[in-house]
């Protein structure tokens, strides 16, 4: 069974950039603690991120994030999506409008530009063909940013929430949650490692 993954890493205070990210620093002033673990040699954090990543059907993410991704310090062939692990899945991208060009023409992407309810069917589509061709369940992953992970909360598209808590106070920069819809959640996991608390929810 195809299930909807909201993935993010966040700070203590709730931020999953630092003050200021912009298209040199993406991650913002601090931000870069928040993926340290996905960065790391620690044996378990390196489990959980390659489970993640193998399990990835399509991802969904948004305009900005894509840019970020795609632009001229963004991914390359040592680092992409699950960092070192260099998944390949489709992606799926929220747009107003497609990119004039692509840098990363090798991979496999889609523009929605009729809204993120789409995005998340076309990416369910897209992970339940791969989920038949590989004979086992793959998951759609929404992985950022924040905000298209906030609408999609709210939406009540999620089926799971998966957070890495960096241990980091960064005071300022871009909130995952905001004044919106409340949340019901049934704890499912809580994972302790040296560069963060990894939990996961199912969304009710």
Same mark, same amino acid.
């Given at each position: 069974?195809?299930?909807?993954?909201a993935d993010i890493s966040l700070s203590?205070?709730?931020?999953?950039?630092?003050?200021?990210?912009?298209?040199?620093?993406?991650?913002?002033?601090?931000?870069?603690a928040l993926h340290a673990w996905a960065f790391s040699d620690d044996p378990v954090e390196r489990r959980l991120l390659r489970g993640a990543t193998a399990r990835s059907g399509a991802v969904v993410?948004?305009?900005? /994030?894509? #840019?970020?991704?795609?632009?001229?310090?963004?991914?390359?062939?040592?680092t992409g999506y699950g960092a070192a692990e260099v998944g390949r899945p489709a992606f799926v991208v929220v747009t107003g409008a497609p990119p004039p060009s692509?840098?990363?023409?090798?991979?496999?992407?889609?523009?929605?530009?009729?809204?993120l309810? #789409?995005?998340?069917?076309?990416?369910?589509?897209?992970?339940?063909?791969?989920?038949?061709?590989?004979?086992?369940? /793959? #998951?759609?992953v929404l992985m950022g940013g924040g905000a298209t992970i906030g609408a999609a909360l709210t939406a009540g598209l999620v089926d799971?929430?998966?957070?890495?808590?960096?241990?980091?106070?960064?005071?300022?920069?871009?909130? /995952?949650?905001?004044?919106?819809t409340p949340l019901s959640l049934v704890q499912r996991d809580v994972i302790t490692t040296p560069n963060a608390t990894h939990l996961t929810y199912d969304v009710r």
């Open positions: 069974m195809t299930r909807i993954i203590l205070d709730g931020f999953v950039t630092g003050p200021d990210p912009g298209p040199e620093n993406g991650l913002g002033t601090g931000g870069e993410l948004g305009r900005r /994030l894509f #840019d970020l991704v795609d632009g001229p310090h963004g991914w390359d062939e040592s692509v840098r990363r023409s090798d991979l496999d992407w889609t523009f929605v530009t009729t809204g309810c #789409d995005a998340v069917a076309v990416a369910r589509e897209r992970a339940e063909a791969a989920s038949a061709r590989e004979g086992r369940d /793959l #998951d759609v799971v929430l998966s957070l890495h808590l960096a241990p980091v106070v960064l005071g300022a920069g871009t909130p /995952l949650f905001t004044a919106g």
